[in-house]
């Protein structure tokens, strides 16, 4: 076995396999899309070391992006080699469109977030997608399936003190839109050091937080980005703890 292994044809089988697994991940790979629509409030209220530079007080899911993926590491492929973002591709009817369903509501600059979207996971998607039609597809599909108007319809509307649960959440979407979502929670971030409690009652990093903020909807397409189909529930949310939506 050792001869083998150094042997000059092994070693260019392995460096062929090797190569070929490069090209695979970098022409993007995947089997279904993620449409994610994040809540405003909590992507801003959750940001404590980097806070956001110039939060937008939406009350409205927007659009965080559309990932192609795999279904055993879903955030594969990303980054992949294709056409890097060239904003004059998007008309200006379409760039209009996009700055409402689409806005950065982290900094302001909406261009920077298509920009990162489409160069870390579009490209993975542009045997399927050209980038015209990355941006088109994903405003339609946050135009007709409104996850606020979903959500307000089933009463459950931004509040400080509510809580909700996982399935009283996406029944409603579920009914909707008659595929399955995903849900995606992010920890309650932890008080001011002065407002903390003893270090003893405090919960430890990576612990079962007590509340959860929701974060994030996702729907999911097939290859083509056409057809809504239903997500598997991968981690997103914790269990058994109680969701927040904050305004
Ligand atoms: P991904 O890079 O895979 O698309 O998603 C994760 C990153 O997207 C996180 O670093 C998160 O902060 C960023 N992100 C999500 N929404 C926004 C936004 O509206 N603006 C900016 N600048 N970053 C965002």
Redesign the pocket.
Known sequence: MAVLKSSPAFLVLAFAFAFFLCFIMSTGSYVYFQF?Q?W?PT?CRV?IKRP?SNP?PLQIF?I??L?PSNYSNP?MP?NCIGSQFNETKLSPKLRNKLKRSW?????G?DT??WE??WN??GTCAEQTLNQMQYFQRSHGMWYPHSITEILKNASIVPSPNQTWTYSDIVSPIKKAIRRTPLLRCKPVPALPKSQRGPKSQRAQPNSRPQSQLLHEVVYCYDYDALKLIDCNRTAGCWNNVDIKFPP
């Open positions: 994610v994040q405003p992507n940001r956001c937008r927007t965080h992006g990932w955030t990303s806005p950065n509501v982290e900094s600059n920077e977030l990162h979207e870390k996971h």
